[in-house]
């Protein structure tokens, strides 16, 4: 079965720094296209960035120019370098996993709060 574990999460001031980690156990890392969600209380979850199996990056609009999405195939781990961060980066923020044609997986979340 396959799991995905967050972790990285924190409080940071305004302008400062975060990586996310999230690492899969239970199949295989490198068949699947890697996403980082976030939902901030009274919004719906949305997309923060993409990477492909081969590692094509996307990134929503808000976060273009200061996240960045990585993936290491050895270690089955996505990451989520979060720099200049702002007070609506505020959220708790989502790995998922997905293959075509099969269901996609979800980790728990891990809550990232900017703030002075």
């Known amino acids: 079965q396959v799991q995905l574990v967050e972790s990285g999460g924190g409080l940071v001031q305004p302008g400062g720094s975060l990586r996310l980690s999230c690492a899969m156990s239970g199949s295989i890392f490198s068949a699947y296209i890697m996403a980082w969600y976030r939902q901030a209380p009274g919004n719906q979850r949305e997309l923060v960035a993409v990477i492909s199996r081969g590692g094509t990056t996307t990134y929503a609009d808000s976060v273009k120019g200061r996240f960045t999405v990585s993936r290491d195939n050895v270690k089955n781990t996505v990451y989520l370098q979060m720099n200049s961060l702002k007070p609506e980066d505020t959220a708790v923020y989502y790995c998922?996993?997905?293959?075509?044609?099969?269901?996609?997986?979800w980790g728990q979340g891990t809550q990232v709060t900017v703030s002075s």
């Open positions: 998922n996993a997905q293959r075509p044609n099969t269901p996609s997986y």
